[in-house]
């Protein structure tokens, strides 16, 4: 194995933790939302995939199999893609409850009405509410983790 590998494993790994980390934070805001749960246990197959490819290649390589090695990658890459589309899409609709209709623009300081150009305002967040944004931010950075570690 080349040494560059020991390397992106490492980096594979601890992408996981972060994304699991991140899930179960939302989760824990949110609640049990099928996507998390699949986010989960997207990361948490990637931690025992890592136990496994450490164990093989470095303590006992009589358990290496490149044909087990193709099949989890497969199934990684399968479920990592799932994850952070599934991820993505949440933010996605969750983050729209933060747009309004009779809100601010923040500061403008344009010629020009900024609905012009096609923005929409935004609406202030409720000081009760922010739990839920930062819900929705941590989904959404564990969307975006989870794409790098595809």
């Known amino acids: ?23 179960s934070a939302a989760t824990a805001i949110w609640g049990g939302y099928q996507v998390f749960g699949i986010s989960i246990f997207t990361a948490s197959a990637s931690l025992v995939i890592f136990a496994y490819y450490f164990v093989a290649l470095s303590r006992k390589p009589a358990l290496y199999n490149r044909w087990a090695v193709l099949g989890l990658e497969i199934f990684g890459v ?22 309004g209709q009779n809100g601010s623009y923040g500061f ?33 950075t564990a969307a975006g983790l989870g794409g790098v570690e595809l």
Do not use: E, Q
Request: glycine share 8%; charged share 10%.
């Open 78 to 99: 399968f479920f990592w893609l799932l994850s952070f589309g599934l991820l993505a899409n949440w933010t996605n609709v969750h983050n729209s409850f933060w747009f």
């Open 1 to 23: 194995m080349p040494r560059w590998s020991t390397a992106v494993g490492c980096a594979r790994l601890g992408l996981a933790i972060l994304v699991l980390v991140f899930t």
């Open 108 to 140: 403008w300081h344009a010629p020009f009405d900024p609905s012009d150009i096609g923005l929409r305002t935004r609406s202030i967040v409720k000081r009760g509410t922010n739990k839920y944004h930062t819900g929705v931010a941590l989904a959404g």
